[in-house]
């Protein structure tokens, strides 16, 4: 797919790193598979994948973690 923030890179399927922060507290997920921009370097996650991230650092937000290192498992 066409890449909507560059406009001009391909996407391609890989792994990514996704960091979130919310009030203090940053979590941050290795190995999340994407759609990454061979251009730019951005990063797309389809809606399984999303949800499975937002609700895994959502966790780490309601423990009141300052900083949480985790790795995506599917």
Do not use: W
């Amino acid at each position: 797919m066409k890449c909507s923030l560059c406009k001009t890179g391909e996407t391609h399927p890989g792994r990514t790193t996704v960091t979130l922060e919310r009030t203090g507290c940053v979590v941050v997920i290795r190995e999340v598979p994407a759609e990454i921009c061979d251009n730019c370097g951005e990063y797309y996650l389809d809606e399984v994948t999303a949800r499975r991230v937002y609700g895994n650092a959502e966790q780490g937000f309601e423990r009141h973690v300052e900083v949480e290192i985790q790795r995506y498992a599917a």
